[in-house]
């Protein structure tokens, strides 16, 4: 069974190389890299103060349960 991949996305952040991540961010079964710019979560588009807030909230049971992973990414740059 294929779970939707036309699921809208919202965008974590506005960055010229970033945004098109999203386009193609994982619905499942992934290990997520949350970028230090990023301040919206991408599935519900709820917006938060620092992208440590964002990684909390995808650490939560609704993402765990899709099998859905936070990958810690090193304090950096951000694409531009
Ligand atoms: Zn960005
Ligand atoms: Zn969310």
Redesign the pocket.
């Known amino acids: 069974m294929l779970v939707s991949d036309t699921f809208m996305r919202f965008h974590g952040c506005d960055c010229l190389g970033h945004v098109e991540n999203y386009a193609s961010w994982p619905w499942t079964d992934a290990e997520l890299v949350i970028a230090t710019c990023m301040r919206w979560?991408p599935?519900?588009g709820?917006g938060f103060a620092s992208a440590g807030k964002l990684r909390e909230?995808?650490r939560g049971q609704r993402y765990k349960q899709r099998n859905l992973y936070v990958k810690i990414e090193a304090q950096g740059r951000c694409g531009v």
């Open positions: 979560c599935y519900c709820q909230h995808l």
